[in-house]
């Protein structure tokens, strides 16, 4: 859940007109963000416990390579 909602803010940080993220950081942002709101799951998001884990991982190593980027934007 954690990893989640830092891909929301993340999120906002993409579509932010006041801070001019690169490219290359709009596009990682909109690829995990999609497959997260997406319903083409690795695991489908209803199965009890595991159902977000992939959504997870996918948030977390898109997250990893952006965090010098999300602190300067906190």
Same mark, same amino acid.
């Given at each position: +859940?954690?990893? %989640?909602?830092? %891909?929301?803010?993340? #999120?906002? /940080? #993409?579509?932010?007109?006041?801070?001019?993220? #690169?490219?290359? @950081? &709009?596009? +990682?942002? !909109?690829?995990?963000? !999609?497959? &997260? !709101?997406?319903?083409?799951? /690795?695991? =489908?998001?209803?199965? =009890?416990? &595991?159902?977000?884990?992939?959504?997870?991982? @996918?948030?977390?190593? &898109? /997250?990893?390579?952006?965090?010098?980027? /999300?602190?300067?934007?906190?």
């Amino acid at each position: +859940r954690q990893r %989640l909602n830092r %891909l929301r803010t993340a #999120a906002c /940080l #993409a579509t932010d007109a006041a801070w001019r993220a #690169a490219d290359e @950081v &709009v596009e +990682r942002i !909109a690829a995990a963000t !999609a497959y &997260v !709101a997406g319903s083409a799951d /690795l695991i =489908p998001d209803a199965l =009890p416990t &595991v159902g977000r884990l992939d959504d997870a991982i @996918v948030a977390d190593s &898109v /997250l990893r390579g952006l965090a010098g980027e /999300l602190d300067a934007y906190a």
